[in-house]
């Protein structure tokens, strides 16, 4: 919230209008969903329980949100988001690179499909999940 609490708009912090509250409070939802993810898959792996499944979803599920966050605040922000005054713009490659290194949202969300398939006792869908 520190640069909401600085930029105005209508005469008060943009903060304040109700539309940002939103995104904030959506933006803070959807992180502590990503940590809680990655402390489940770490909490299985410290216990050597298997955590493919979890640790899939944590990867997925906080690079989408990295990525989905950072094109909120370049949208509160508008044109003033791609500045390179403000860190915004250089959050938003961040984010974006991690949908792709360390194995990209889609290929964790094959990782995802192969584990619940196994778990059902089903076979993949594709053999791009095997």
Same mark, same amino acid.
């Given at each position: 919230?520190?640069? &909401?609490?600085?930029? %105005?708009?209508?005469?008060?912090?943009?903060?304040? %209008?109700?539309? #940002?509250? %939103?995104?904030?409070?959506?933006?803070?939802?959807?992180?502590?969903?990503?940590?809680?993810?990655?402390?489940?898959?770490?909490?299985?792996?410290?216990?050597?329980?298997?955590?493919?499944?979890?640790?899939?979803?944590?990867?997925?599920? &906080?690079?989408?949100?990295?990525?989905?966050?950072?094109?909120?605040?370049?949208?509160?922000?508008?044109?003033?988001?791609?500045?390179?005054?403000?860190?915004?713009?250089?959050?938003?490659?961040?984010?974006?690179?991690?949908?792709?290194?360390?194995?990209?949202?889609?290929?964790?969300?094959?990782?995802?499909?192969?584990?619940?398939?196994?778990?059902?006792?089903?076979?993949?869908?594709?053999? &791009? #999940?095997?």
């Amino acid at each position: 919230p520190g640069l &909401a609490t600085t930029r %105005h708009a209508m005469g008060q912090p943009i903060i304040r %209008h109700q539309a #940002v509250g %939103h995104k904030l409070a959506e933006m803070g939802m959807r992180i502590e969903a990503a940590r809680l993810l990655a402390y489940q898959a770490a909490w299985l792996k410290d216990r050597g329980l298997p955590n493919t499944l979890q640790a899939a979803y944590a990867k997925a599920f &906080a690079a989408d949100t990295a990525m989905w966050a950072a094109t909120e605040a370049l949208q509160v922000f508008g044109g003033m988001g791609y500045s390179t005054d403000l860190p915004l713009e250089k959050l938003f490659r961040d984010a974006k690179v991690l949908q792709i290194y360390e194995g990209t949202s889609e290929i964790q969300r094959n990782i995802m499909a192969r584990e619940l398939a196994r778990r059902a006792g089903g076979r993949p869908a594709t053999a &791009a #999940v095997r």
